[in-house]
């Protein structure tokens, strides 16, 4: 059965920085590309950045493009995303998933697998 685990979420004061990761129990975790999405309080879940499957070639919203950093390990079948100076418009539950192809090919791309979700809360 295929698994996405999220951790690293939490509560922090605006201007800091959490590194989440993505674990990722799928055979083919290497060939896919990957991305993070979130979704905040009332609001729609959003695209927040996308990895191609060999980290070469990274895709950012323009509301973190700059303080956000996503990145792989394949070797060990995880995923990151580095966020750094937070603001509270970042609170949210952030969500991995796993793409069918291997790039991220905007809007249109299929996403196949997805976590359970971690929450981020950063306060004022």
């Known amino acids: 059965q295929v698994q996405l685990v999220e951790a690293g979420g939490g509560l922090i004061q605006a201007g800091g920085s959490l590194r989440l990761s993505c674990a990722a129990s799928?055979?083919?975790?290497?060939?896919?590309?990957m991305g993070w999405f979130r979704q905040g309080p009332g609001k729609e879940r959003e695209f927040v950045a996308a990895?191609?499957?060999?980290?070469?070639?990274?895709n950012y919203a323009e509301s973190v493009e700059g303080r956000f950093t996503i990145s792989r390990d394949n070797a060990k079948n995880t995923m990151f995303l580095q966020m750094n100076s937070l603001k509270p418009e970042d609170t949210a539950v952030y969500y991995c998933?796993?793409?069918?192809?291997?790039?991220?090919?905007?809007?249109?791309?299929?996403?196949?697998?997805w976590g359970q979700g971690t929450q981020v809360t950063v306060s004022s």
């Open positions: 799928l055979r083919t975790f290497s060939s896919r590309g």
């Open positions: 998933a796993a793409a069918t192809a291997s790039y991220y090919t905007g809007p249109n791309t299929r996403w196949e697998f």
């Open positions: 990895i191609n499957w060999s980290g070469g070639t990274t």
